[in-house]
């Protein structure tokens, strides 16, 4: 494998990086707000099935009468 120099290396990256193809602010807040739904609906589930296992462990070990 051949080694770069330093300045070839950033002439290589700051070409690359010109190659990317960045989102829009729309894009960004669209994505953002779907990911924080999504974790608020998540938690909510979690939290349910988590309430639902823990009454079963407390019936089984009788602990919750």
Known sequence: MAKTSPGAFVRQVRQEVKKVTWPTRKEVVTTSIMVFVMVFIMSL??????????????????IGE
């Open 45 to 62: 589930f979690f939290l349910g099935v988590d309430s639902v296992l823990s009454g079963i462990v407390q019936l089984i070990l009788g």
